[in-house]
C-alpha cells in the first residue's frame, strides 16, 4: 500500500541511510509524524523537533543530517533541497490516488467538430464547442466552457467551472482553479465625443507548459496581437491581467494583483498580494515587487522594490498624513532655516566646534 | 395578508405603543412609508422625519420615542437596538415569501452516493459529487458544484454557480454568494533552481455556522492542515483568503480584501475594503483596520489601525510624493542646521529669550 | 469578400483620397499591414511608419494627411478622430462574420413563464427562471443563469457562465462578460451584541444601455433602493459595485476598482486601476482618479486626483516609511530650530544678507 523508500530515491535522487524497504504512506509535519509518514527538514531552526520527530524518515540537507542523526533514529533522505524534494514526494504520494475514468460526462455538450482524446475526461454540464481540441489526459472538469478553435495540452486540469474563450491556447500540465476567465475582452476603448467606442478584440490569450492559474482569476485576450502566458508562470487567485500583456517564463503573482494592457513582464519576477503594474511599461527579469506596491513605470534593473504606506494606529497615521499632504510647507521652513543660519555664520561655527 | 405588530414583538421584544393588531406588509424608510409599512428610526438626527412619518408603525428607542410621540400617531415598538430590529422584522417579512418546493431538478447530475436531504432543494445543471451531504431545507442553486465527500450544512443558501470543492465543510444558516469558490488549491511551491513545483494541497476548508460569503470570493483549501472560517464571520465580494488562514469568530471583510496564507486573524475584527493582511502573521481580536491598509505584521492590541497614503489634486500629490522620496535629505539639512545652533548658541538663547 | 472604402466612408463619413472601390478584409498595425488591410494612424509620431506601411488604406487625421500623402500611395480616410474612426471600422468588419443561429439550446432550462425573443440565442446549460424577459436578438452563452423576472435588453450579450440574479434590468446592446455577478445581495447588516444580522436586499440592479461589465466583476443589489448603472457605463474586470452606488453616464472603471455602498459617482468619470472608492460620498462629474488611489471623501470639483506611495528600491523604501512615521518628530525639530533661529536674529540676519 505504501511507498518504499527505495521508490523515492530512484525516481528524485538523494542519499538514502536506512532501509530502503521501509513504506511511507503520507507527507505529515514533523510534529504530527507517525509511524508510516515521511516528513521533511527545510528550516535548520527546527533541527532539535526533527531530532524528535516520530516519523519512519525523514527528508533533509546535508548541512542538518549529522545533528539530526545523533538523536534521530528512523531513516533519512540526504537532499541539498529538502523541500523541493519533499514538493516532488508529496506530488508522488498524492498522486497514486485513483483518476477519473476518461470520457464525456452524458450531460456534457460536445461539439461534432471539437477532437477530444479517447484518454481525456469531460465532466458534467460541460460545453466544448466547434474546432476546441482536448489534449491526451486532460480532464476539464463540470461547468466548463471551452470557446470554438480553443485548445487545452495534454495533461492540463480546469477545475470545475472555468471559462476559455475562442481560440485561446494553453499548453501541457497546466492547472486552471474555478471561475477563472481566460480570454475575455481586452478594455479597448475610442473615445469620440466623451462616449467610448469598443475596438473589436481579436487577439487570443496563449498559454504555455506548466502554468497554473487561481481562481476567480482574469486573463484578457490581445486587441490585435496575443496576450501570451509563458512557460511555468504561477498565478495565484483574483488576479487581472490585460490584454496584450507577456508575463515572463516562471514569473509568480499572489492573489489580488493587477496588471494593466500591455505591460511587458520579465522572467522569474515575483509580485506581492496586491500590486498593481501600470500598462505599456516595461519589468526586467529577476524583479521583485512588495505586496500592495502600484508600479508607475518601467523597472530596468532586478532588485526589490516597494511603494506602501506605513500602518499606524489611526491616530498617529492622521497626524503623519497631514504632514505629508504638508512636506512642501516643511521643506520650506528648512530653507529659510538654512537662509537664516548662513546669515548667521551657522554652518563655519559648527564646522569649527 | 399582512403581519401583525404583536406577532413581532412577541417574536422579537421590545415594548409596544398603540394599537397591536395593526397589520404591516413591508418595511420603509421614513420618508416613503405609508398606511401599511413599517419604517424605524436608528439615528436621533432624524427625529423629525420619523415624527411626520405616513408608516403606520415605527420601530425606534427609549430615547427617541418620548419626542418622536409628541407628533406621530402611529403605534411605536420601544426598543435597545432599533437598526437590529429592523433587520430582524425586515428578515420576517421577507422569509414569509414562498420558499421553493424542495427536491433535485431533473437536469441536476447527483452522485448516487451523495446524501441530499429530502427537504433540500437542488437547482437545474448543478452538480453533486460521489459522498457529499447536503443538509436539510439547504438551497443548492442552478450550475453550482458540489465537491466529493463536501459537507453542506442545515438550511444553508448557494447562490447559483458556486463552486465548493472536496470535503469542504459549511455549517448551518450559511450564504454563500454567486461565482464564490471555496476549496481551491492553496498557492504553495518550492523552488528548485529558479522553477516552481507545486506543493499539493491536502488540507480543507472548514465554516462554521452563519457564514456569509460573497459573490467572487475566492477560499483557498490548507496545504496539510485546514483553512478555518468561524461562526458568524461576514466576507463580501472579491475576498481573497489563502490557505491555512484562521478567521476568528464574527469578523467581519468589506470587498477586495486580501490575506495570504497562515495569517491567523482574530473574532470581532473589522477590514476596510482593499485592506490586504500579510501570511504568517497574528491579528488580536477586536482589530479595526481601515480600507486600503496594508498589514505587513502581526497586530497584539485591539484598536482601529491605518495607512494608506492622502489623495489630493494630482499636481500637489506630485510634489508631495517627490519629497516624500527626499525625506532622508531633508533630515539630513535639519541635523545640520541642528548642529549650526548648537555652534551659535541657540537652543539657550532660545530658552533664555 | 471585403468591404470597399466607399462603404466604410457611407456609413462613418471622412474624406476619402483613392479609389473607393479598393476592397478591404482586416484591420492591422502599420508595420504588419499587407494589400488587403487597412490601418490607422492615431499618433502623429508614428507618420514616417505610416508613409512606409503596405496597407491598401489608410485611416488619418488631416493634421497628418499631407506628410504622410508625400510618400504613401495607397487610398486614405480623412477624419478628425482616426482612432474612433478605426474602432468603429474594426467592429464593422468583424460584425461581418456569422452570428449563431437564435433559438434555446435543448439543454438549456427555460421556465414556462419567461418570455424569451425569438431572434435571441439561449445557450447550452443556460437557467432562465419564471418571469424574465431576453430581448430581441440578445446573446445568452452558455452556463448562465438568469433570476426570475429579470430582463435583458435588445442585443445585449452575456458571455458564458454571468450569473444575473432576480429582477435585475439591463439595457440594450450591453456586453456582461463571464464570471460576472450582477445582483448578488450587498453587504448590509446591523450589530447586536458583537452577532452581525443581515438586512435583507430587496433592491435591484438597474442598468442603462450600452453598458459593459468585465469578467468576474460584482454588482451588488441595493438594499432598499436600487443600485445604478447608468448608460454607456464601461467596467472592467473584477471590480465590485456596492449596493445603492450610482455609477454616472459614460464613466469608465478599470479593472480591480471597488466602489463601497451608496457611493454617488458622476458621468465622464475615470478611475485608474484598483482605485479605491468609499462609501456614502459624491463624486462629481469629470473626475479622474488615478491607479491605486484611495478617495476617502467626497469630491466636488472636476480634475485628476492621486494618491499611492512611490514605489523604490526596497531599501530605500524602508527609509523613507520610517521617516514618515517620524515626521511629527522632524516637524518639533524645525520647531525648535525655528524658535532658536527666531533668538538669534537669524531671520533679520538673512533679510539683511
Redesign the interface.
Given at each position: 500500500m505504501g511507498t518504499r523508500l527505495m521508490e523515492l530515491v530512484e525516481r528524485f535522487g538523494g542519499r538514502l541511510e536506512g532501509d530502503p524497504q521501509i513504506e511511507v504512506t503520507r507527507?505529515?509535519?514533523l510534529d504530527r509524524a507517525g509511524a508510516t509518514d515521511i516528513s521533511f527538514l527545510s528550516d535548520s531552526r527546527l533541527r532539535a523537533a526533527a531530532a524528535h520527530s516520530r516519523a519512519a524518515a525523514l527528508i533533509l540537507s546535508p548541512l542538518d543530517e549529522p545533528d539530526v542523526a545523533a538523536a534521530y533514529d528512523g531513516a533519512r533522505i540526504v537532499t541539498n533541497?529538502p523541500?523541493?524534494y519533499?514538493?516532488?514526494t508529496?506530488?508522488y504520494l498524492?498522486g497514486s490516488g485513483a483518476a477519473p475514468a476518461p470520457g464525456i460526462?452524458p450531460?456534457a455538450?460536445v461539439h461534432a467538430s471539437a477532437r477530444v482524446d479517447p484518454t481525456a475526461c469531460i465532466?458534467?454540464?460541460v460545453?466544448v464547442e466547434a474546432g476546441a481540441v482536448i489534449g491526451a489526459g486532460a480532464m476539464i472538469?463540470?461547468?466548463c466552457?471551452i470557446?470554438p478553435d480553443a485548445s487545452v495540452g495534454e495533461r492540463t486540469h480546469f477545475?470545475?467551472?472555468v471559462?476559455f474563450?475562442a481560440r485561446c491556447v494553453i499548453g501541457a500540465r497546466g492547472?486552471v482553479?474555478?471561475?477563472a476567465?481566460i480570454g475575455?475582452?481586452g478594455?479597448g476603448?475610442?473615445?469620440?465625443g466623451?462616449?467610448?467606442?469598443?475596438?473589436?478584440q481579436?487577439g487570443r490569450v496563449v498559454i504555455g507548459d506548466d502554468v497554473?492559474i487561481?481562481?476567480?482569476t482574469?486573463i484578457?485576450r490581445g486587441a490585435?496581437d496575443d496576450t501570451v502566458i509563458e512557460d511555468?508562470v504561477?498565478l495565484?487567485?483574483?488576479i487581472?491581467i490585460?490584454h496584450n500583456c507577456r508575463i515572463g517564463a516562471?514569473t509568480?503573482m499572489?492573489?489580488?494583483v493587477?496588471v494593466?494592457g500591455s505591460a511587458n513582464i520579465g522572467s522569474?519576477c515575483t509580485f506581492g498580494?496586491?500590486a498593481?503594474i501600470?500598462g505599456h511599461i516595461d519589468i526586467a527579469d529577476n524583479v521583485h515587487?512588495?505586496?500592495?506596491?502600484?508600479?508607475?513605470n518601467s523597472i530596468a534593473a532586478p532588485?526589490?522594490?516597494?511603494?506602501?504606506?506605513?500602518?499606524?494606529?489611526?491616530a498617529?497615521?492622521?497626524?503623519?498624513?497631514?504632514?505629508?499632504?504638508n512636506?512642501?510647507t516643511?521643506?520650506e521652513?528648512?530653507k529659510?532655516?538654512?537662509?537664516?543660519?548662513?546669515?548667521?555664520?551657522?554652518?563655519q561655527?559648527?564646522r569649527?566646534?
Open positions: 507527507i505529515a509535519p533541497n523541500y523541493a519533499f514538493a516532488r508529496a506530488q498524492c460526462h450531460s455538450v465532466g458534467a454540464h460545453t472538469d463540470a461547468g466552457y470557446g477545475f470545475a467551472n471559462t474563450h492547472i482553479h474555478s471561475g476567465v475575455g475582452d478594455f476603448f475610442a473615445v469620440d466623451g462616449i467610448y467606442i469598443k475596438i473589436p481579436t497554473d487561481g481562481s476567480n482574469a484578457d490585435l511555468g504561477k495565484d487567485n483574483l487581472q490585460g516562471h509568480a499572489a492573489g489580488c493587477g494593466a522569474h498580494g496586491a498593481m501600470n515587487v512588495t505586496a500592495g506596491t502600484l508600479v508607475p532588485g526589490r522594490y516597494t511603494g506602501f504606506y506605513p500602518i499606524a494606529p489611526n498617529e497615521w492622521e497626524r503623519s498624513a497631514a504632514l505629508v499632504r512636506l512642501a516643511m521643506r521652513k528648512i529659510v532655516l538654512e537662509r537664516g543660519m548662513k546669515a548667521l555664520g551657522g554652518e561655527a559648527a569649527a566646534g
